[in-house]
């Protein structure tokens, strides 16, 4: 069975990705674009959240549609990998942070609604996630800290994901708030893709590259904008490179979903 991907900007094509086939999905929230092939010598499905040439921006996501997508095709569990700026000033530009707590306050999808499946009153399998610990499945996470190890990238274990909206970045008094809940790092996509594959009860975890320092996190010293952009292209080889280890755990284990869902219909 097939482990599902989900990469961001700078990553619109997954290196070492092999026998790609495009695969459209109708689900009941729009078309999703998926890509079936091979992984590390693994069934893997492949879903660029913004497209090749960034053409949807973070408030183009289509979440719903893509969740239900890879579960429709047979996802086990889902990787999400996500470049992300540092609101510890602690991370090492270019490391990796494999998070395990979240905060996503808002829980609103890009257009405004909440983030959720549950959205008819009546559906038989409406319920609620019941988080005992984290928001992400410890097995997955525990395969991208063996392939972050493996292939010998800098990798923190653990820390808080902070969701924030794009398209726009952050103010330094939003990024000191951030701070001061314990965020580390913080994108604007992958409070949604948590949240959703809970409700699928999909096992996902998320996987951060770091490519700047968020709003006044150095004072005085803010990121350039070129050394982003030039660690944003790096982020798809470092991503592979853990995709390959971390699919190869996977292969021998069933990773559990995080968390609980109890359905109405079925408690």
Excluded at 101 to 116: I, V
Aim: charged share 15%.
């Amino acid at each position: 069975m097939p482990i599902g991907i989900i990469t961001g900007s700078g990553t619109y094509a997954l290196p070492g990705f092999e026998g790609a086939e495009p695969v459209p999905v109708k689900t009941p929230f729009g078309e999703a674009s998926v890509t079936r092939g091979s992984c590390a010598g693994l069934d893997a499905l492949h879903l660029s959240r913004h497209h090749a040439g960034h053409v949807r921006l973070s408030n183009h996501v289509a979440h719903r549609a893509n969740i239900w997508a890879l579960r429709e095709l047979g996802a086990t569990a889902v990787i999400g990998c996500t470049a992300c700026g540092a609101v510890d000033p602690t991370l090492d530009l270019g490391s990796l942070v494999v998070f395990d707590d979240l905060h996503f306050p808002s829980n609103r999808l890009p257009d405004g609604s909440l983030c959720t499946f549950f959205a008819e009153p009546g559906d038989p399998l409406r319920g609620h996630w019941i988080l005992h610990g984290g928001p992400f499945s410890e097995g997955v996470r525990q395969a991208l800290l063996a392939g972050a190890s493996g292939a010998d990238h800098r990798v923190r274990d653990g820390g808080t994901y902070g969701h924030v909206d794009g398209p726009r970045f952050n103010t330094p008094v939003e990024v000191a708030q951030l701070a001061a809940c314990g965020v580390v790092a913080v994108s604007q996509t992958g409070g949604p893709e948590a949240v959703l594959c809970g409700e699928l009860e999909l096992p996902f975890s998320l996987i951060g590259y770091v490519t700047d320092y968020a709003n006044e996190v150095k004072p005085g010293d803010p990121t350039p904008v070129a050394s982003l952009i030039e660690l944003m292209g790096r982020s798809g080889a470092i991503f592979a490179d853990v995709l390959r280890g971390a699919l190869a755990r996977l292969r021998d284990r069933s990773p559990s979903a995080a968390g609980t869902v109890y359905r109405f219909e079925q408690g």
